[in-house]
Structures are given as C-alpha cells and as structure tokens.
C-alpha cells in the first residue's frame, strides 16, 4: 500500500529531480525582477507608464480612432523606436513595461515557436507604425524563406500590406516594400545597402538622426548573398539609420532546452539572427515569456517578461485602419524627411512635365494653388527641369545664380526642352511677377521653335532671327529696359521711353498707368534658341545683319541682369562657338543633353551641373506632347496578389490622343483662365 500511495522511492526521484530542476529554472527566470518589485503598482504607476509606453488596447484605438497620439513621435522624440516587449513579472499582477530602444539595441532578433514568435512581432510593428509616421519610419519585409509555402508566408504578412509605411518613399522600383521570394529580397537588400553607403560616406563620422528604416527578416532571407547583406545590415545599418527585426523559428527554451540552445537553433534557422545586438527569446512551456538579453553575456542574467501578442485579425483591422491616412505638413519627422537623399532608380525612357509639375490634370484651380504656394518668394523663379535618379531634378534662378545655359547636338531635344522651362517657369510664378521673352536664334519666320510656347499669358512677345528688322529693334529695346531697371534700382526716376523707340513688347497696362517701384517690376527671363547661329551666323543667313547688335544686348543681359532681375536661358548646337561667350562664362547652370540613352536614341537625356560643383543625369520633361490616352481611361482593376507587390509596377505604354491638344496648350489654356481669376495689379510693361 506504501508503494501505491507514495510511488516507489525511483519514481519519487525521478519525479523530485525534474521538479526540482525545474523549480531551479524558474527561480533563474524571476531572479532578474528585485523583490521590492513584489510589491503592487499604483494607479499613478500605471498612468505613467502607458504615457511613455502605450499598451496594446491604446495602440489599436490611436489607429481606430484616429487618436491624438498617431505619428506623434518624430526623430529626436524621447522615445522614439523603443517598443514594449511586455510586463515584468510581479506578484501582486503585471508590472512595469520591459521595453527595447532600437537606436542602441540596433538590431533585434526573435525565437521562439511560430504562433507565439508572430504575435509577437505583430505587436511590435503595430507599435511601431502607430507611433512613428510615414515620414518617419519605413518598414521593408523580406518573407522569403523557401522552407515555408508562399500562402503561409502571405497569410501572416498579408496585413502588413496595407500600411502607409510599406510605400516606397525612396524611389525604389515597387508597388510596396515587400519581398516574398528570392529577387525581391535582392533588390531590397541591395537598395538599403546603397542607402546605408551614401548615408556613411555622406555623414562620416557624425550620428544619424534622420528618418529610419525597419527591415523585418522572417526566417533565412534567401541565398548567400542576400543573408551576406541582411547580415551586415543587421551589424552596420543602425549608424545610417536601418533596423533589422530578424525572426528565427525555435522551440521554446525550458528545463528541456536551455536559452543557449534557442540562440544556437535561431542563428541555424536564420544566419542574420546572429548579428543583431539584442535577442528576445521565448521560453516557458507555453512560449508566453520572453528573456532580453544581448549575445556575450550570461543568458541568465536577461529581464525576463510577459510577452505582449496580437492575433491576426487585430493586426488586419489596425493596419486598414491606417491605410487610408495621410500625414498633414509640419508633422513629426516630415523636414528630416526631406533632408534624406532618396535611393538611385533608372531614368525613364521618356517623361511628362506635367507629371514632374504636379499638374497630371491642369486646371485653374490648380494652377492659382501653385501660385500661391510660391509667391512668398518672389525673388526667384523655380525651374523642374525633368526626372532624375531619386525624383524630380529642380532649380531656381535668383541673384546669384541668375542665367542657364544648354547645350547640345541636332536631335537630343535642345527646342523641346526651352519649352518645358519656359512652361516650368510659368506654372509657378504668376503673369504679374513673372514675363517672358522668346527668341529664336535660327530658322525662317513662321517655323515652329518657341512658337508653341507664344500662348503662355506670361510671354511678352516670340521673335525670329530671320526678321533683321524687328530684331534690332529688339536690341535697341533690351537695351533701354536694362538701363531703365538699372535707374530704378537706385531710386532714380524712371524714364518715358523715347518716341523714336518702335514698343516690340505688347504692353501689359494701360497706357499712361504709373509706373512700379523696382522691387515690384516682374522678374524677365529671356529665352533664346540657337544662340550658336546669332553668335557666327553663316553667309547668307537672313539673320545676319542684326545678329551682332542682339548678341551684344543678351550678352549685356549675362553681365548686369542679375542684380535687375532679368535673367538669360539660353541654347546652343555648336558650345565651339558660344564657349567664350559671357552667357556661358556667367551660367550658374550648364545643361549638357546627348540624347543618348546607351546607344538607343532618348531625346531629353542630359546632365545638369549645378553651382555647387554636383551633378545629376536626368531626363528633361516633354511638354509638347499629346494628352496621354491613358489619361482618358477609367482606372484599371487587378487581384490583389501580395506575392506580386514587391515587383516593379507594371506601366501602361503611353500612347498619346493623334487629334487632342498638346500638354502645353492645355497648360496655356489653364494659366490664361487663372490669370483672368487672380487679382492682377497694374504691370511694367517690360521690356519697352
């Protein structure tokens, strides 16, 4: 009876053994919380500890509602990428948050078994992109362990779709910043190891604090060269501001499988895991508690928590509640954002000013809006010169960087691109601080050249070389407005043009209106084609006999027209010829197009030099095209395929309307309606 009752005294040791040793382990587990933690928290202890680290509950209806803390955390924030990981252990009921900072964890690697290892993760993220705004933080997945089926891999990461924050922000090539098999996870590895490149060599030796980058790792990234990369990511990416999140699939750690064995499963099961500088692993016997320890020391020695998880179906509902949100200017983060030099993309083929602009569909509205968005500065004149590798390529002519000058052989789109700035120019600056003058420097009266641009309300008058007579007259009067600005910017009186002087500018006010005082006089920007042709005209050429008086008014233009608010854009076919001209000596930018792209023709294609020594490849905007047809169509419905969206996006050839306007002519149109709009005061006619 002895021996039913108690069991026989091998199995009352082999029982008492395990107990004990497992009593052991979970003493080793509490021993990292201070017994005067044992004591109950209080109401002002919980308040503030969901201040500074929200629970779950409080992240779910920031999202919901949306409430006041979303995106509140910029990147000099406090606690700005510190996640709650979970609640110390207290006897009298949960305890303070036990939290991870990732700025100096740097990388932060999960084990522990599937369903526990991703909620989680989920929490983490949704923490994360409640917090931080688009502007912020970026988050870039790569699920391509081929050890699992794509629909488990989609399945659980599918929510992670829908978040504003897995948009590329940084020119890269993708619908969405997701990598579910091996060339995805290439080129995302490879776009933030040129990030973390620039960043490095940019910065030196100073700390990062701009916008960061999450990198979720679920399992093994792929082959070689892709665990290679994640893996310095992992140890370097912190100083360029990119953290990895590394998962690794592991039997929970118990008495059974001690914590060193997770870490040695974990960094099997995903290389990179061992490279990140704080790991948090699961344990207990069902995977609800969670060790914070950093490789190198005693695992035992880590703060053990109650892990914080979410299911799926929250996860889903948080994320489409945020998809839909945008962050209003001025939020937390959005000027550090636009400090961060953008990932390097191809250059298109082709691409369309209005695109460039802003301006897809060009209406008054529209245009008033651009207008006004610039007119706090009126002493410059922004210039879109086209798509560059990481966006928009932009300028500005000011004082002192007042005149252009471009250059480039037959057929590399030298006439077309004069278009596009002269339409930049006026699509941000009203007619009344901002007129125009087109001359062409080659070419028979009648021919197209800058002709096109001539329905602009900003352009004063289009001239062409082959009419010697109004060309000197035009000389003559250049030269008169540069003389007139320069009185009137010493507060002299403004001379009445003399009667003998022929007005080749048609006047904007009526005659006999008072004149502007000089810093109202809108700002005059020549534009001039072929300039080669007027500086060594050839025998015979009807231009000829005036060409020398102009070239000596714009050349004056290059020297004075700076400081008088008159600026040159100017180009040339042959740069032999116009190479010791002061238009050249005196650009600020030189615009050099080879309308190359390899050996495939690409009109359009260039280089820009810019007055700080850089340079940038771009390819100009087209303006004189026709309205796109894909324009015209309604919007295109496709399945949702997750697998699918880290590729690039797939872009519908452009065909353009054979019998509609131009871009430019619907442009036009819309600026003559706005400037009929706008309150336009009394103008100097300019020049006269």
Known sequence: GAAEAGGSPATRRGAGGLARRWAAWRSETRGAVPAADAAPCTGADRAAWDLHHPDLTTVLLTALGPGPRLWERGPEHPQALTLRIGSAHRSGGPGEPVTVDLRSAGSLGLAGPRVRLSALARSLLAQLTALHGPSTLEVVLIAADRSREAADRTGEWGWLGWLPHVRPAHGQDCRLLLAYDGDQAATRTTELLRRLDETVHASGTSPYSGPRTVLVVDGDPGPAPVRDAVSRLAAEGPTAGIHVLCLAETPSATPASPLDDTVRTAGEASPPFRSCGTFALLSGAVATAVRIVRPGRRHAEGIVATMDGVSAAWAERFARALASLREAEGAPGTDAAAAVPRAEVALPRACRLLDDLGLARATPAAILSRWAANAAHPGRSPLTLGAGPRGPVEAALTVEHAHLFLTGPAGSGKTEMLRSLAAALAADSPPDRLALLLLDGDGPVGTAGLAACADLPHVEDHLVAGDPVRMREFAQSLSAELKRRAE?????????????????????????????????????????????????????????????????????????????????????????????????????????????????????????????????????????????????????VIPLDWTRAGDPPTRRPVRELGNGPTDLALLASAMTRAADKAPTPARHASPT
């Open 488 to 636: 009137a910017a010493t507060d002299g009186p403004a001379p009445a043009p003399s009667a003998d002087t022929t007005r080749v500018i048609s006047p904007r006010r009526p005659e006999g209106a008072s004149r502007l005082p000089s810093r109202l006089l809108p700002r005059l920007v020549v534009v001039v084609d072929d300039f080669d042709t007027l500086v060594d005209p050839a025998l015979g050429n009807t231009g000829r006999p005036s060409a020398g008086s102009v070239v000596r008014a714009l050349e004056a233009v290059a020297r004075d027209g700076a400081r008088l608010g008159v600026h040159l854009v100017a180009a040339s076919g042959r740069p032999d010829r116009t190479a010791d001209t002061t238009a050249t000596r005196t650009a600020a930018f030189h615009i050099a197009l080879t309308g190359r792209d390899g050996d495939d023709p690409a009109p359009g294609r260039g280089t820009v030099h810019l007055p700080d020594g850089t340079r940038s490849a771009f390819q100009a905007g087209r303006v004189s095209g026709r309205i796109p047809r894909t324009a015209t169509l309604r919007p295109t």
